[in-house]
């Protein structure tokens, strides 16, 4: 798979941008997409996930600011993100796992397979 994301950019603090990630399959229907970012000299952190069942998850630091959302006839998931801070300053990227990690906490980095090559993000003054 192909994953391209686009819409990252430059921001005031407080300020709203949109991530777009296109997947370079038919469907999303067989498919867990995430959103990870890294931030310089930091671990890769999952940020967002939604299952291919409907399950939705946000990291508590990104909770009711964030919202994810999938289109899967387009084989999209994008990302809204508001009332940015500069603590959100990151390379953003999405990834896609399997069905059969179904049953695996969906922050585990190592049960994606397939990555974007990531976005920046900025959020300063």
């Known amino acids: 798979l192909q994953l391209v994301e686009s819409g990252g950019g430059s921001v005031q603090p407080g300020g709203s941008l949109k991530l777009s990630c296109v997947v370079s399959?038919?469907?999303?229907?067989?498919?867990?997409i995430g959103w990870f970012r890294q931030a310089p000299g930091e671990e890769r952190e999952a940020v967002s996930f939604t299952g291919p069942g409907g399950q939705i998850n946000y990291a508590d630091s990104v909770k009711g600011r964030f919202t994810i959302s999938r289109d899967n006839a387009k084989s999209m998931v994008t990302l809204q993100m508001n009332s940015l801070k500069p603590e959100d300053t990151a390379v953003y990227y999405c990834?896609?796992?399997?069905?059969?990690?179904?049953?695996?906490?969906?922050?585990?980095?190592?049960?994606?397979?397939?990555w974007g090559q990531g976005i920046q993000v900025t959020v300063s003054t």
């Open positions: 990834a896609t796992r399997g069905v059969q990690h179904i049953y695996v906490p969906w922050h585990i980095r190592g049960t994606f397979d397939s």
């Open positions: 399959a038919a469907s999303l229907d067989d498919y867990g």
